[in-house]
């Protein structure tokens, strides 16, 4: 059964960095790529970023470029999000989803999500 | 990296179909045949049901339907039922490693 975890989320004030986690289990981690996915209260999905299944594409939102960091590390069948400079606006459940071998759609599993709320 | 224009609302009642539009531009939906459609029930993470336009993962409904002509993709959903009320995503590589959603519609089965 395929499994993605997140974990790292919180309340941080802005300016502040935060690193959320995605573990993945019940399927071969490092065939795949693999997103962020974000979606604000009561609002709609927003694509984050995503990583290609040897780390060799990676593709960011416009609202996040420059102050994200995506990665993985497939020996720890895991994912990474580095958040920096965080805004008011960046508050959101953050999903980790597993796409195809490159960074496209379609996301067929999903997690639970793990909140980030910024505020002072 | 615009969103996708989604209707915010469509109704339908029970046994009735209904087709929920998604407009991109020619970056996006018109080039590529890389349109997928998620549901999302409240409080819950979204769940892939057509991809590629077209495709339905195993396990979804016959019911559900997806379609492309121009930079418009279309999910369609025949005989609908109670458990259909939620919103659905719409969702297209945007080329570069990029993608972009669409706003998402409530759809509300009466």
């Known amino acids: 059964e395929v499994q993605l975890v997140e974990s790292g989320g919180g309340l941080v004030q802005p300016g502040r960095s935060l690193r959320l986690s995605c573990a993945a289990s019940g399927f071969t981690f490092d065939d795949y790529a693999m997103h962020w996915v974000r979606q604000a209260p009561g609002k709609g999905l927003e694509w984050v970023s995503g990583i290609s299944w040897n780390s060799g594409s990676i593709g960011y939102a416009d609202s996040v470029k420059g102050r994200f960091t995506i990665s993985r590390d497939n020996a720890k069948n895991s994912l990474y999000l580095q958040m920096n400079s965080l805004r008011a606006e960046d508050t959101a459940l953050y999903y980790c989803?597993?796409?195809?071998?490159?960074?496209?759609?379609?996301?067929?599993?999903w997690g639970q999500g793990t909140l980030v709320t910024v505020s002072s | 990296q615009s969103a996708l224009t989604q209707p915010a609302s469509v109704s339908g009642s029970p046994g009735q179909s209904i087709t929920i539009s998604c407009t991109g531009t020619s970056s996006d939906v018109g080039s590529y045949n890389l349109v997928s459609w998620y549901q999302q029930h409240p409080g819950k993470a979204p769940k892939l049901m057509i991809y590629e336009v077209s495709k339905r993962p195993s396990g979804v409904s016959n019911r559900f339907s997806g379609s492309k002509s121009g930079n418009t993709a279309s999910l369609t959903i025949s005989g609908l039922q109670a458990e259909d009320e939620a919103d659905y995503y719409c969702c297209s590589y945007a080329g570069s490693s990029s993608v972009v959603f669409g706003g998402g519609t409530k759809l509300t089965v009466l």
């Open positions: 989803a597993k796409g195809p071998y490159r960074v496209a759609p379609p996301f067929d599993y």
